[in-house]
């Protein structure tokens, strides 16, 4: 069992830059492909970065491609998300999850989620 906890999230202008964390529990974490989702109200949740467990293949929604950084500390437990040139359509919940079976841009391919941690950019 892996228990994820985000935090970071906050009000920011556009243009501005957050730094989303998502620790885990258990010390299995080093083992999971992580991610970030998003979902802003009455939307799907949608695909925002994954990084694989050692933390060296990431890929991106095209989105947030270029702005958005995907990083890991298995030392620590932990995965993050550099947020920089944030636009008011990037407020949403953003939430971190964990695959056992490895990076994919799919909710359904995640075994474990947080409970999310709200961004919101004003313009």
């Known amino acids: 069992q892996v228990q994820l906890v985000e935090s970071g999230g906050g009000l920011v202008q556009a243009g501005g830059s957050l730094r989303l964390s998502c620790t885990a529990s258990?010390?299995?974490?080093?083992?999971?492909?992580m991610a970030w989702f998003r979902q802003a109200p009455g939307k799907e949740r949608k695909f925002v970065a994954t990084?694989?467990?050692?933390?060296?293949?990431?890929y991106y929604a095209d989105s947030v491609k270029g702005r958005f950084t995907i990083s890991r500390d298995n030392a620590k437990n932990t995965v993050y998300l550099q947020m920089n040139s944030l636009k008011p359509e990037d407020t949403s919940v953003y939430y971190c999850?964990?695959?056992?079976?490895?990076?994919?841009?799919?909710?359904?391919?995640?075994?474990?989620w947080g409970q999310g941690t709200q961004v919101t950019v004003s313009s």
């Open positions: 999850a964990a695959a056992w079976g490895g990076i994919t841009a799919t909710p359904v391919g995640y075994d474990y």
């Open positions: 990084i694989n467990s050692s933390g060296d293949c990431r």
């Open positions: 258990g010390r299995t974490f080093s083992t999971y492909a």
